[in-house]
């Protein structure tokens, strides 16, 4: 999170040096942040899926498959 807040920083720091007005940057800075608080929390979210294997609730998993080959 704090990587692409730096980006989103250099961004409209580059787009405010080749012209943009400063305004707008301002005003699309609460959208932007809440795009990458959803992004951050969806990839933590993913990872933690992956990292611990868990499942929803009725999602097929494959220790049944790994049951009936042995």
Known sequence: M???TVALALVLGILK????????GFAAMP????????????EACRR???????RLRGEH???QDHRHRR
């Open 2 to 4: 704090v990587l692409s």
């Open 17 to 24: 040096w080749l012209g943009m007005p400063a305004g707008w």
């Open 31 to 42: 959208y932007l942040t809440f795009g990458i608080v959803i992004y951050s929390s969806y």
């Open 48 to 54: 933690l899926g992956l990292v611990y294997d868990i």
């Open 61 to 63: 998993s494959g220790e």
